[in-house]
Protein backbone atom coordinates (compact mmCIF):
# COMPACT_ATOMS: atom_id res chain seq x y z
CA UNK A 1 0.00 0.00 0.00
CA UNK A 2 1.60 3.63 -1.07
CA UNK A 3 1.66 6.29 1.55
CA UNK A 4 -0.81 8.17 -0.37
CA UNK A 5 -3.16 5.52 -0.19
CA UNK A 6 -2.52 5.60 3.68
CA UNK A 7 -2.93 8.80 4.25
CA UNK A 8 -6.20 9.39 1.99
CA UNK A 9 -7.28 6.06 4.76
CA UNK A 10 -6.05 8.22 7.76
CA UNK A 11 -8.26 10.95 7.04
CA UNK A 12 -10.98 9.11 5.96
CA UNK A 13 -10.99 7.94 9.69
CA UNK A 14 -10.63 10.69 11.41
CA UNK A 15 -13.20 12.62 9.58
CA UNK A 16 -15.90 10.65 9.92
CA UNK A 17 -16.91 11.05 14.08
CA UNK A 18 -16.81 14.86 12.28
CA UNK A 19 -19.32 14.45 9.57
CA UNK A 20 -20.99 12.43 11.60
CA UNK A 21 -21.90 15.84 13.71
CA UNK A 22 -22.16 18.11 10.49
CA UNK A 23 -25.28 17.32 9.43
CA UNK A 24 -27.95 19.03 12.03
CA UNK A 25 -27.38 22.71 12.27
CA UNK A 26 -27.19 23.85 15.53
CA UNK A 27 -27.12 27.45 17.57
CA UNK A 28 -29.79 30.07 17.04
CA UNK A 29 -31.90 31.25 13.44
CA UNK A 30 -33.69 33.83 12.82
CA UNK A 31 -36.23 34.30 10.32
CA UNK A 32 -38.65 37.05 8.77
CA UNK A 33 -41.70 37.25 6.42
CA UNK A 34 -45.27 38.10 6.21
CA UNK A 35 -48.01 36.55 7.47
CA UNK A 36 -52.18 36.56 6.99
CA UNK A 37 -53.83 36.58 11.04
CA UNK A 38 -57.04 35.17 10.45
CA UNK A 39 -59.76 32.92 12.73
CA UNK A 40 -58.30 29.80 11.08
CA UNK A 41 -55.10 30.49 12.44
CA UNK A 42 -51.85 31.89 10.63
CA UNK A 43 -50.70 32.08 7.05
CA UNK A 44 -47.29 32.84 6.02
CA UNK A 45 -47.55 34.40 2.68
CA UNK A 46 -45.88 32.46 -0.07
CA UNK A 47 -45.29 30.01 2.40
CA UNK A 48 -42.08 31.61 2.41
CA UNK A 49 -39.51 33.12 4.62
CA UNK A 50 -35.95 34.48 4.66
CA UNK A 51 -33.08 34.13 7.07
CA UNK A 52 -31.97 37.28 8.13
CA UNK A 53 -28.86 38.64 6.87
CA UNK A 54 -26.08 39.54 7.43
CA UNK A 55 -24.46 36.64 9.27
CA UNK A 56 -24.51 38.43 12.34
CA UNK A 57 -28.35 38.08 12.82
CA UNK A 58 -27.75 34.33 13.02
CA UNK A 59 -25.36 32.17 15.48
CA UNK A 60 -23.33 28.91 15.18
CA UNK A 61 -24.25 26.35 12.07
CA UNK A 62 -26.98 28.81 11.25
CA UNK A 63 -24.60 31.79 9.89
CA UNK A 64 -23.68 29.53 6.91
CA UNK A 65 -27.93 30.43 5.80
CA UNK A 66 -27.92 33.96 6.27
CA UNK A 67 -29.06 36.30 2.84
CA UNK A 68 -30.98 32.72 2.03
CA UNK A 69 -34.76 31.67 1.79
CA UNK A 70 -36.80 28.81 2.72
CA UNK A 71 -40.22 27.74 2.96
CA UNK A 72 -42.46 27.11 5.54
CA UNK A 73 -46.22 25.81 6.17
CA UNK A 74 -49.20 27.21 7.17
CA UNK A 75 -50.20 27.68 11.25
CA UNK A 76 -53.88 25.50 11.12
CA UNK A 77 -53.23 23.26 13.83
CA UNK A 78 -54.98 23.65 17.64
CA UNK A 79 -53.03 24.18 20.47
CA UNK A 80 -51.47 20.28 21.25
CA UNK A 81 -48.23 18.98 23.10
CA UNK A 82 -48.48 16.23 20.41
CA UNK A 83 -48.51 17.03 16.91
CA UNK A 84 -46.51 15.67 13.76
CA UNK A 85 -45.69 17.73 10.58
CA UNK A 86 -43.43 17.27 8.65
CA UNK A 87 -41.20 20.01 6.52
CA UNK A 88 -43.12 22.36 8.30
CA UNK A 89 -39.80 24.32 7.66
CA UNK A 90 -37.22 23.40 4.61
CA UNK A 91 -34.21 25.52 3.58
CA UNK A 92 -33.16 26.34 -0.05
CA UNK A 93 -29.45 26.09 0.84
CA UNK A 94 -30.29 22.84 3.15
CA UNK A 95 -32.09 20.88 1.31
CA UNK A 96 -31.36 17.60 3.40
CA UNK A 97 -32.41 19.95 6.80
CA UNK A 98 -35.94 20.15 7.98
CA UNK A 99 -38.18 21.22 11.21
CA UNK A 100 -40.93 18.95 11.71
CA UNK A 101 -43.62 20.88 13.76
CA UNK A 102 -44.70 18.75 17.10
CA UNK A 103 -46.05 21.16 19.49
CA UNK A 104 -47.74 24.30 19.50
CA UNK A 105 -47.70 26.21 23.14
CA UNK A 106 -51.04 26.77 24.94
CA UNK A 107 -51.00 31.07 25.15
CA UNK A 108 -50.04 32.04 28.95
CA UNK A 109 -52.33 35.66 28.97
CA UNK A 110 -55.34 34.56 30.06
CA UNK A 111 -59.05 35.10 28.58
CA UNK A 112 -59.85 38.05 31.26
CA UNK A 113 -58.48 41.07 29.57
CA UNK A 114 -60.16 39.87 26.05
CA UNK A 115 -62.79 41.89 26.44
CA UNK A 116 -61.13 45.14 28.43
CA UNK A 117 -62.10 48.74 26.60
CA UNK A 118 -61.09 51.42 25.82
CA UNK A 119 -57.87 49.73 24.26
CA UNK A 120 -54.95 51.15 26.02
CA UNK A 121 -51.36 50.46 26.25
CA UNK A 122 -50.16 46.95 28.20
CA UNK A 123 -53.59 45.05 28.28
CA UNK A 124 -52.92 41.47 27.02
CA UNK A 125 -55.39 38.61 26.02
CA UNK A 126 -55.07 35.20 24.82
CA UNK A 127 -58.86 33.86 23.42
CA UNK A 128 -59.64 30.36 25.40
CA UNK A 129 -58.14 27.91 23.53
CA UNK A 130 -55.56 29.97 21.46
CA UNK A 131 -51.29 29.75 21.06
CA UNK A 132 -51.83 33.63 20.74
CA UNK A 133 -50.72 36.05 22.99
CA UNK A 134 -52.17 39.35 22.17
CA UNK A 135 -50.59 42.60 23.88
CA UNK A 136 -51.22 46.54 23.21
CA UNK A 137 -48.01 47.91 23.15
CA UNK A 138 -50.04 51.54 22.70
CA UNK A 139 -53.27 52.26 22.52
CA UNK A 140 -52.89 52.27 18.72
CA UNK A 141 -50.74 49.49 18.10
CA UNK A 142 -50.58 45.86 19.37
CA UNK A 143 -48.06 42.44 19.18
CA UNK A 144 -49.03 38.32 18.63
CA UNK A 145 -46.89 36.01 20.01
CA UNK A 146 -46.92 32.35 19.92
CA UNK A 147 -44.25 29.54 20.78
CA UNK A 148 -43.84 25.92 19.17
CA UNK A 149 -41.40 23.28 19.46
CA UNK A 150 -40.07 20.91 16.70
CA UNK A 151 -37.85 18.27 15.42
CA UNK A 152 -34.74 19.51 13.04
CA UNK A 153 -34.51 16.46 10.43
CA UNK A 154 -31.43 15.74 8.16
CA UNK A 155 -33.44 13.35 5.58
CA UNK A 156 -29.76 12.19 4.75
CA UNK A 157 -28.36 10.45 8.07
CA UNK A 158 -31.81 10.24 9.64
CA UNK A 159 -30.05 12.06 12.66
CA UNK A 160 -32.79 14.98 14.42
CA UNK A 161 -32.32 17.12 17.47
CA UNK A 162 -34.77 19.19 19.47
CA UNK A 163 -35.59 22.63 18.34
CA UNK A 164 -38.11 25.83 20.35
CA UNK A 165 -39.41 28.90 18.32
CA UNK A 166 -40.86 32.35 19.34
CA UNK A 167 -43.07 34.19 16.83
CA UNK A 168 -44.00 37.72 17.16
CA UNK A 169 -46.21 39.36 14.79
CA UNK A 170 -46.31 43.47 15.21
CA UNK A 171 -49.38 45.87 14.41
CA UNK A 172 -48.25 49.31 14.08
CA UNK A 173 -51.94 50.68 13.48
CA UNK A 174 -54.41 48.09 15.14
CA UNK A 175 -55.10 47.70 18.79
CA UNK A 176 -56.01 44.09 20.02
CA UNK A 177 -59.85 45.02 20.08
CA UNK A 178 -59.47 46.00 16.15
CA UNK A 179 -57.89 42.85 15.42
CA UNK A 180 -60.17 40.22 17.92
CA UNK A 181 -63.07 42.57 15.82
CA UNK A 182 -61.65 41.83 12.39
CA UNK A 183 -60.84 37.98 12.85
CA UNK A 184 -64.26 37.52 14.53
CA UNK A 185 -65.73 38.87 11.27
CA UNK A 186 -64.70 36.51 9.16
CA UNK A 187 -61.88 39.19 8.08
CA UNK A 188 -57.95 38.71 7.81
CA UNK A 189 -54.95 40.67 8.99
CA UNK A 190 -51.67 41.29 6.97
CA UNK A 191 -48.38 41.93 8.85
CA UNK A 192 -44.70 41.11 8.96
CA UNK A 193 -43.42 38.16 11.03
CA UNK A 194 -40.16 37.86 13.08
CA UNK A 195 -38.95 34.04 14.57
CA UNK A 196 -36.11 33.15 16.83
CA UNK A 197 -35.16 29.33 16.58
CA UNK A 198 -33.02 27.82 19.22
CA UNK A 199 -31.52 24.36 19.41
CA UNK A 200 -29.56 22.60 22.07
CA UNK A 201 -25.91 21.37 21.31
CA UNK A 202 -25.92 18.73 18.84
CA UNK A 203 -24.28 15.68 19.99
CA UNK A 204 -24.19 11.84 18.75
CA UNK A 205 -24.73 10.71 22.34
CA UNK A 206 -28.27 12.52 23.40
CA UNK A 207 -27.19 14.57 27.00
CA UNK A 208 -29.56 13.93 29.73
CA UNK A 209 -29.93 17.78 30.16
CA UNK A 210 -30.86 18.52 26.60
CA UNK A 211 -34.66 19.15 28.43
CA UNK A 212 -33.58 21.51 30.72
CA UNK A 213 -31.80 23.44 27.82
CA UNK A 214 -34.52 23.70 25.96
CA UNK A 215 -36.69 24.93 28.60
CA UNK A 216 -33.86 27.37 29.91
CA UNK A 217 -33.71 28.83 26.41
CA UNK A 218 -37.37 28.86 25.87
CA UNK A 219 -37.86 30.99 29.38
CA UNK A 220 -35.29 33.33 28.18
CA UNK A 221 -36.97 34.22 25.25
CA UNK A 222 -40.81 34.55 26.21
CA UNK A 223 -38.94 36.52 29.56
CA UNK A 224 -36.97 38.99 26.85
CA UNK A 225 -40.45 39.02 24.70
CA UNK A 226 -42.20 40.10 27.79
CA UNK A 227 -39.34 42.78 29.22
CA UNK A 228 -40.02 43.92 25.26
CA UNK A 229 -43.38 44.09 25.27
CA UNK A 230 -43.46 45.83 28.65
CA UNK A 231 -40.71 48.55 27.26
CA UNK A 232 -42.88 49.59 24.30
CA UNK A 233 -46.09 49.98 26.50
CA UNK A 234 -44.03 52.35 28.77
CA UNK A 235 -42.73 54.49 25.39
Known amino acids: MTKGALALGF ?4 SMPLAARADLLEGVLNITGTADLSATGVTFLGDEFS ?43 EPNISITLTSLYAGFDGAAGCTVSPAAPGQICTPPLSPLNFQNTFAGGSTVSFGLAGTEVDSITGNTTPIIGQFTLPFANQNFQQLLATIASGGTVTTSFAAQFATPPVSNVPEPSTLIVLMVVLGAMVGISRIHRRKCAKD
Open 11 to 14: LAVI
Open 51 to 93: VNGPAAAQQGDFISLAGTTGTIEDLTEPVSSVLNVPDFITFAA
